[in-house]
């Protein structure tokens, strides 16, 4: 064999290898091919190992994976003209890989600003108040917005989250005052119920008194008892006691009316009132008298 046919053969052989290299595709699992041949879509090729026709046939790799994509924190007016930051992410997966090469050049840069302009629009249209607390409405709003532009590219979107809302520092502060005085106005609340309640109970608890007598003694008894836990220098007198010592003292000064009514000189008059203290005479039952109307003219509640 001369030289030149040795070269020949070199070069046929290369040259199969090149073409072999050249129409010879894998397609990932997570991937599907779009063939084109001389400009025209003849189909989609499934994962593995696939063949093409060189320089006639091109396989676009599409990916069907989901992305994540980030939408940067952009200055949004609220409804109620309050200036916020707010930012997102969207996650979306190509479901149609044809269109996702035919009907758009590039995918992610279109998701990306649709995604922008959508957070844009549904953020302005609420409240501050709603776009604090209602992130889920507004998440399905965009996501809503987005499935409906997005179909016709053959992109699903999955999920659209808020990821984080700045607020001005003036608004900060207004609503920490806003929140505190709420919270105080439950509390006042919560202690108005309270003495509500401890009034109905106490209003329910006099009526027994009422009908059983003997349990308001006991209350008094229990009352002494409790006054009586600490070492202290108080002297309690219960008022049924000042009303028997009250009770006592008119007892003896009409006693004492009536002995000094039968002593020669002395004349009784008859429908007399009686006196709120005893009439000062002599001996030992008008002294007493006079003591007993002096304490029970006092204070239930002495102090020693």
Known sequence: MDAAAAVVIVVLAILVVVLARMSVRIVQQYERGVLFRLGRVVGVRSPGLRTIIPVVDRLSKVSLRIV???IQSQGIITQDNVSVDV???AYYRVVDAVKSVVAIENVAAAINQIAQTTLRKVVGRHTLDQTLSETDKINADIREILDVLSVEWGVEVTLVELKDIQLPETMKRAMARQ???ERE?????IA???EAIAAAALGS??????EHPLALQLRNLQTLVELG???NSTIVFPAPLMSTIGELANFLSRESRAAGAQEPGIEAVPNAPEPSLPVVESGFGEAVGQTLSQMSQK???QRA
Do not use: F, H, N
């Open 68 to 70: 994540t994509m980030p």
């Open 87 to 89: 930012s997102a992410v």
């Open 179 to 181: 929140a505190e005085a």
């Open 185 to 189: 106005k439950r509390a006042k609340i």
């Open 192 to 194: 108005a119920e309270g």
């Open 205 to 210: 608890a006099s009526d027994v008194m009422m």
């Open 229 to 231: 836990v600490d070492k």
């Open 299 to 301: 204070s239930p509640l």
